[in-house]
């Protein structure tokens, strides 16, 4: 299955994955009405480590243990994709305490978001790596 | 065909028919569930009163879930036996079921203390089913007074559920302090701050000593008027299906980190067992929804011949009241790391070289970077711990950890 690998030692540390995130989550027409004046909230940080820059987002994990810690049954697999159901899910962030990335994250309405690989979205693909300049963040089978 | 045979219909059952359907897909597996309804998702019964869930998204499975994987439930049944000998499990009803492999996954069930008086109460509760759900809402009215006993996980819940349903709300418990399970003193003092700016009244480190009709009389010397009765003050594990045949029990089901009990082909797993806890090296009764689950999983997938073990189990607790979360894992021994923030709080506790335990509440982002720590018995001197005490993040586990995580799959 394609997921989105970091190469670390490309990433800039521009930040545009995590804009081009919330602008892809957002459900808005355009990237100025998703993301002005607005403190973003997007499915993939950057971190730092002295002058190296990555980003982060959900791995996908072949064996999730936020699946299996999933206090409503709000999470589950879909064709190897973690999705998360926002009508089931009741925000107590047990799968925030479990996860080992730190990839999931308490989102507005009282339900988790977390990346779902852009496949619930119009974007249809990753719009992180679409937007990367550097190829440091690339989607693909591994 | 090999038939296997699971007492109880919760988490720790759905895990453990994943666990057989991940092994055998053709052998026959029959749940006895003593509730009547397709498996829900246990912990929402109080989101359910809240309004923040409903009948449909409260389960835990999607409703074609048994037929999907061909399994036959007996609801409104009761396992009241089991002959380890002939393979065989008597039921209220008086039937009989034969099994090659049996799993235990009966859950625990609510403890209620005697007390004086309880008998004369015209309305009493437990909160532990959705029917028990069902019987508070109904007995409620926007006039209600509401005294419940037991300022643990679940009595809070309860409180919060029904928070907007009835007049008022007074919890009481013998601690001196809320959630005295999983916070210290310091902590829960935040929490009961909190749960007091929504309304809530306590009244702890005091007990009922008696009842009389609709008042309570308090060892205290105060008296509570109320309405409505709802007992929460702890659960037991179901444990006498295994203890009657002579399987090792404590205050669960001993199970080891097969979920094997100490009789041949019976397994047990979720809140009637009793494993070990990584972080006080301790066995105990962990009675979460998470390890339910994996534990049902565990023992499903040996059940079916395939072979799986947990070896890292933790207990720990996500429990949070209108926006103010607490998160808490393993045990709160080691050297103290504290940080204080308005309306919250982060302890970690390291002992040998090793993350052991935290608490957080109000900051609560990446927490899972922490209980991996815990989990993985990761040593502290091979990530950068003073970066990352301060903020869970990646970074200060350095490259090597970064791309196997980062660049292959995990
Ligand atoms: C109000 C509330 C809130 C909670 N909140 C949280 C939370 O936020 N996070 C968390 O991790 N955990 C929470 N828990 C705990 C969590 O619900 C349990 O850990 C979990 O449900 C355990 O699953 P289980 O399958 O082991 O047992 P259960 O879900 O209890 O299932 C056992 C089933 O077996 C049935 N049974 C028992 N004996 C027999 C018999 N002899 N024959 C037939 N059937 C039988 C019982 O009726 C029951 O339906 C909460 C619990 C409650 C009550
Ligand atoms: S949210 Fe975390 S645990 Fe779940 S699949 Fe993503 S990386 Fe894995
Ligand atoms: S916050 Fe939502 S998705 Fe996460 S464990 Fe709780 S119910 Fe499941």
Redesign the interface.
Known sequence: MK?V????KWCLGCRLCEYNCAYANSGESSMIKALRKKAIRPNITV???GD?N?A?SC?H??DP?CV??C???ALSIKDGAVVVDH??C?????????????C???GEG?AVQKCELCLNNSFGEPACVKGCPNRAIVFEE? | MKQYLIIGNGAAAVGAIEGIRSVDKNGEITVISRENHHVY?R??IS?YLEG??DLK?????PSDFYEKNSVNVLYGEEAVSVDPDGKTVALKSGKKLGYDSLCVAAGSAPFVPPTEGLGSVPSVHSFMTLDDAETLKSSLTPDSRVLIVGAGLIGLKCAEGILGLCKEITVCDLAPRVLSSILDSDCAAIMQTHLEKMGIKFLLGDTVEKFDGSTAHMKSGCKVGFDVLVMAVGVRANISLVKEIGGECGRGISVNEKMQTTLSDIYAAGDCTESFDITSGTRRVMAI??LA??QG?CAGVNMAGGTESIENALP?????FAGL?C?T?GSYDGECYEERFEDGIKRLYVKDNLLNGFILIGK??????Y??LI??RTPLDTVDFELLKKF?????F??TY??E??????
């Not at chain 1, 690998?5 to 670390?8: A, H």
């Open positions: 997921r690998y970091v190469n670390e971190e730092e480590d190296i990555f982060v791995r994990c072949r243990i299996k810690s206090i409503s049954g009508d089931k009741v925000g107590c962030l047990t799968c925030v305490l479990v996860c080992p990335y730190g999931i994250r308490e009282g591994r | 998702a912990p929402l989101y923040k869930t998204h409260i389960l835990y499975r929804m998470p689950y994996m999983h720990m607790n996500s429990i949070g979360h998160l894992a609560i982002d990446r927490a899972g970077i209980t991996s989990r993985n869970p993040a990646l970074a200060p350095g490259r970064r791309s995580k980062l660049g292959g799959e995990v």
